[in-house]
T-cell receptor
Framework: SQQGEEDPQALSIQEGENATMNCSYKTSINNLQWYRQNSGRGLVHLILIRSNEREKHSGRLRVTLDTSKKSSSLLITASRAADTASYFCATDPLTQGGSEKLVFGKGTKLTVNP | DGGITQSPKYLFRKEGQNVTLSCEQNLNHDAMYWYRQDPGQGLRLIYYSQIVNDFQKGDIAEGYSVSREKKESFPLTVTSAQKNPTAFYLC????????????FGDGTRLSIL
């Protein structure tokens, strides 16, 4: 079952512009994570935001979380060609006894043109 | 360097054949996971294991089997019962607890001959 839905499915921008990707989910969560996947490679963890946090920064990344709307956004500022990748959100569902697994969305494919 | 290694990178399966994908980690992680990724799709969980000698089915376990005899290793067998096995298979590991960030291998691409 896929809980997260990223929007847009694909995004093409010029180098130096900002890129914003959104993730919506269905059930209450403990935390939400963002991952990056370069073509043909495994995923790399970028950032984790807990359900009691509203915003988090890591370098050029800014993540927001709105639990009332069940949504999150990932902002990449001053994008570079090397940021070209697919970006996935993953949720840790709030379940009795604790969840043992993440639920991944379908991803946003970002292309940054030089 | 600590990491997670998947092999082989490419694998071809004949009709009626079982094939095994290898996943080894030296991160001292308790939990390990297998995902399937189809083109343009997200990750779907096949099996996961939180501790040695124990594992649970994920969302799409039919046609697959796993074992967890060692902490470092979590091989996945794609059986002949899996009628559409062509996909990119990703293995991941983490500290125990579903909320922990997962570390991924670089995947095995399985195709049908």
């Amino acid at each position: 079952s896929q809980q997260g839905e990223e929007d847009p499915q694909a995004l093409s921008i010029q180098e130096g512009e900002n890129a914003t990707m959104n993730c919506s989910y269905k059930t209450s969560i403990n935390n939400l994570q963002w991952y990056r996947q370069n073509s043909g490679r495994g995923l790399v963890h970028l950032i984790l935001i807990r359900s009691n946090e509203r915003e988090k920064h890591s370098g050029r990344l800014r993540v927001t979380l709105d639990t009332s709307k069940k949504s999150s956004s990932l902002l990449i500022t001053a994008s570079r060609a090397a940021d070209t990748a697919s970006y996935f959100c993953a949720t840790d569902p709030l379940t009795q006894g604790g969840s043992e697994k993440l639920v991944f969305g379908k991803g946003t494919k970002l292309t940054v043109n030089p | 360097d600590g990491g997670i290694t998947q092999s082989p990178k490419y694998l071809f399966r004949k009709e009626g054949q079982n094939v095994t994908l290898s996943c080894e980690q030296n991160l001292n992680h308790d939990a390990m996971y297998w995902y399937r990724q189809d083109p343009g799709q997200g990750l779907r969980l096949i099996y996961y294991s939180q501790i040695v000698n124990d594992f649970q089915k994920g969302d799409i376990a039919e046609g697959y089997s796993v074992s967890r005899e060692k902490k470092e290793s979590f091989p996945l067998t794609v059986t002949s019962a899996q009628k559409n096995p062509t996909a990119f298979y990703l293995c991941a590991s983490s500290m125990r607890g579903g909320w922990r960030p997962q570390h991924f291998g670089d995947g095995t691409r399985l195709s049908i001959l």
